[in-house]
């Protein structure tokens, strides 16, 4: 039997119908706690959009979703987080009509926001380098090590923040040369490491294991507290040693060293199949992103690897 639920004029984080939703994804897509947390604020948003006209996500039609999104214009979100915000109410729509919630999905009559074209940024590998020089230069020296750590091993694998934090120290004791990680949605991948990051996670390890503060976590790198350090924390001391290295920190975050990784690769000969899998990406179209920052390296691929590049110089 279908479940039924309502949605009250009155928004609220924690409503029912969307912790169903939410309950729902996550045991089906193993999504991930920061995944389920954006969709909650984005529904949230929604409902309260709907709330202002007296209406909910459970009865209402496509004009008052419009009502909606023209009220996101109106507060001048960018075109990508209105896409973001309809991209969790289709999904949250869809479920809805699945589980006999409602009969109707009224996001089948809106259309998606035009997004602009939005390449990866990304580091040049020389500012890459006066990262790796300011974080061993920091003090204390517990700092520099798993700040250094950190960095190498984030640009030796191109892991998202999420998973660099989450990484528990017992999947280093034997110097591994590889790592399992388990990214979005509960895929898992294997990631070389690589010597300098490997040799940077033992030297870390050391230190760590001489820490009395250190010893009962599980995790790689905890923060200061002996806690497991989180995203932010890892952003800011990023943006720090950004500053430390003369680098505009505005262009400094987590995931500018991912691109920067994915970008550096793909410039130095790596396959997109390869950068795909290392990336963690389910779809190969999230990784062909990074072929569009580099036409010259594509007609040079061509010019060098098609038979009849060579036939065709001789003549």
Request: glycine share 6%.
């Amino acid at each position: 039997m279908a479940r039924k639920a309502s949605i009250g004029k009155t928004a609220d984080r924690h409503d029912p119908l969307i912790d169903g939703f939410l309950q729902a994804i996550s045991a089906m897509r193993a999504a991930s706690p920061n995944t389920l947390a954006a969709y909650r604020r984005d529904l949230f948003d929604c409902q309260m959009g709907l709330a202002k006209n007296g209406q909910t996500l459970a009865a209402c039609n496509a004009d008052e979703l419009r009502a909606v999104i023209a009220w996101w214009h109106q507060r001048q979100l960018s075109p990508r987080s209105v896409a973001r915000r309809l991209s969790a109410l289709r999904q949250f729509m869809g479920w809805a009509v699945e589980d006999g919630i409602r009969s109707d999905n009224p996001t089948r009559w809106i259309d998606n926001p035009s997004l602009p074209a939005s390449l990866p940024k990304s580091l040049s590998e020389a500012e890459i380098i006066r990262l790796l020089e300011a974080a061993a230069a920091m003090t204390p020296e517990m700092a520099a090590l798993r700040a250094l750590a950190m960095l190498e091993i984030l640009y030796a694998t191109g892991l998202r923040v999420s998973e660099l934090v989450g990484l528990l120290v017992s999947q280093f004791r034997r110097n591994p040369e590889v790592i399992l990680v388990t990214g979005k949605g509960g895929r898992e991948r294997v990631v070389p490491l690589g010597d300098t990051a490997r040799a940077a996670a033992a030297r870390w390890i050391e230190c760590r294991d001489g820490n009395a503060g250190f010893v009962l976590s599980d995790v790689m790198f905890p923060s200061d507290d002996g806690s497991a350090m989180t995203r932010h924390q890892f952003a800011q001391m990023l943006k720090k040693l950004a500053i430390a290295a003369d680098i505009d920190a505005a262009r400094v975050s987590p995931h500018k060293l991912r691109h920067s990784f994915a970008t550096h690769m793909l410039n130095r000969g790596a396959d997109l199949r390869s950068l795909q899998s290392l990336l963690g990406h389910a779809d190969i179209s999230t990784t062909q992103i990074y072929t569009a920052s580099r036409p010259d390296r594509l007609a040079g691929l061509v010019a060098s690897a098609h038979p009849l590049a060579s036939r065709r110089q001789d003549r």
